[in-house]
């Protein structure tokens, strides 16, 4: 088993970073019964009390500062339609988001350029950069089937 992680960063348990290949892992937490899904709204008190739950082992990288958990099983994370990891509801987080886009459209002279987000997830933070910057944005996300194409 290699193990190298590619652009998908899903790993075999391992005690390998995925950012960097290092080594030097540290333990940091591990909780017993972890939700495998995180990002659900099971449609019912019921269906999360019986959801999937794993090990969740985080671990330091000391060579480069990733966190990783190294107990991962890829095979049982599936993305639907239920799987919704979306925070803009949130006052508090949509300020975040905001200032951070304020702050990237600046630094990077976003204004009328093309912007491409990886990770994207249904888009919320993407049309935010989109519409504050006057840009065009493409995110790709392998969560959901369609990628997002913007043009402001």
């Known amino acids: 088993m290699s193990n190298v992680c590619l652009v998908s960063n899903v790993c075999p348990v391992t005690n390998v970073c995925p950012a960097c290949q290092g080594t030097a892992l540290e333990d940091l937490v ?6 495998v899904m995180t990002g659900v709204l099971w449609p019912s008190r019921e269906a999360a009390m019986t959801a999937q739950r794993r090990a969740l082992e ?15 099983e ?17 006052p508090a987080f949509r300020a975040y988001a905001e200032a951070l886009a304020d702050r990237l ?11 491409v987000e990886i990770g994207s997830g249904k888009g919320d933070f993407l049309r935010l950069l989109c519409a504050r910057g006057l840009c065009a944005g493409t995110g790709y996300d392998p969560t959901y089937i369609v990628n997002i194409q913007l043009h402001c």
């Not at 993305?79 to 919704?84: I, K, L, P, Q, S």
């Not at 459209?105 to 093309?114: A, F, Q």
């Open 58 to 72: 985080l671990s330091l990288c000391a060579e480069c500062g990733t966190v990783v958990n190294v107990a991962f």
């Open 30 to 35: 591990r909780v017993e019964r972890s939700p």
């Open 105 to 115: 459209i600046v630094r990077h002279n976003l204004v009328g350029r093309e912007v």
């Open 74 to 90: 890829a095979g049982l994370v599936e993305y639907g339609g239920e799987y919704d990891n979306s925070l803009h509801f949130s």
